[in-house]
Structure formats: C-alpha cells, structure tokens
C-alpha cells in the first residue's frame, strides 16, 4: 500500500512539524500556494491494511501496489490555514518561490550532512517540492481490488484534529 501524507490525531510527525512551525512565524507558503495534494486520515489508512490483508488471502491484490487517499485532493495551503485557524495560529501569508525554498533545502542538506548534525534540516528539496507541487493519486484500483471507501471524509477529519488540539493536546 502507498498510503500519502498520513494524518489525524496521534501524528507525531507532518502536521504537528507544520503547526509548530506557523506557532514559531517560521513557515512561508512555498510556490503559488494553490497545488492540489492527497492526504490520508489514519482511519482511511488502519481500513486499507485491513481490506489488502482480506485481498491477499482471496488472491486479486498479490504483487500489486495500491495508492491509499481520501480520494479528494485539497489545496493544500487552504488547508493547512484551516487547521491554523481551527487551532488559534494565525494563518500563513507570506510566500517563497519553490526555487528559493529548493535552493536553501540544498544548502542545508549539504550543511547537515557535512556537520553530521543530528535531525533533519529545517528545509529540503523533497519538502521545498512537495509543499509547492501537485500531487494527488487514482485510488480506482484499490477500490475496485480491495473494495477501499474513505470512511473520513477530509472535513470530517479535519474537524476531528482541531477538536483534538482545542481539547489540550500538543503539536
């Protein structure tokens, strides 16, 4: 399975990397800030496993690969000012080009690596691309192998964390 962008409540690792940096007025808009992304809530994700496994042992999904998302591209800035919002953080506005972002990644890249510093860098060319590009998925041929229906809608979902972040827990 090729779940993308994995997230809910219990993340410990994209959208609470995200919110912290927005808290810390440390996050730019990367590009245009209008690129359409596939996300997958966790509950999509446990349902997909659940539906392969079930496949694997009637034989249709063996030696396939699967893209796993919520099946509704967002756009991802809107969506992340959403989340800000929802979690009292004002929202991103201030933009850098993919090219000025793709660049600093590559600098800090070869500063961590030559340093041998510990983490990641703040900034990488896969992250500088990622957060300024297209990329949304087909997941036609997991439901039609695996019978994969999004149970969490992305509304849905994204309610469920700003409830989760209102309610006390960290980011």
């Known amino acids: 399975l090729r779940p993308h962008l994995v997230w809910g409540p219990g993340d410990r690792n994209v959208v609470p990397r995200v919110l912290a ?8 808009i990367v590009g245009a800030g209008k690129n359409l992304v596939d996300c997958t809530h ?4 446990v349902d997909a496993h659940v539906l392969a496994e079930q496949a694997l042992e009637r034989g249709p999904a063996r030696g396939k690969a699967y893209f ?30 993919l090219g000025t972002a793709y660049r600093a990644g590559a600098v800090l890249e070869t500063v961590w690596r030559v ?11 896969f992250v500088a691309k990622e957060l300024a590009t297209d990329h949304w998925f087909k997941i036609d041929a ?30």
């Open 21 to 28: 940096l927005a808290r810390k007025g440390r996050l730019k």
């Open 42 to 45: 966790i509950t999509n994700v």
């Open 68 to 97: 796993i998302t919520n099946g509704e591209p967002v756009v991802l800035w809107d969506w992340i000012n959403e989340l800000l919002r929802g979690v009292g953080v004002p929202e991103i506005t201030r933009h850098v080009s």
């Open 115 to 125: 340093l041998r510093l510990r983490g990641d860098p703040p900034m990488t060319r």
């Open 142 to 171: 997991a439901r039609r192998d695996l019978g994969y229906t999004p149970r969490v809608s992305m509304a849905a979902g994204t309610a469920e964390l700003i409830a989760h972040y209102r309610a006390g827990n960290e980011f």
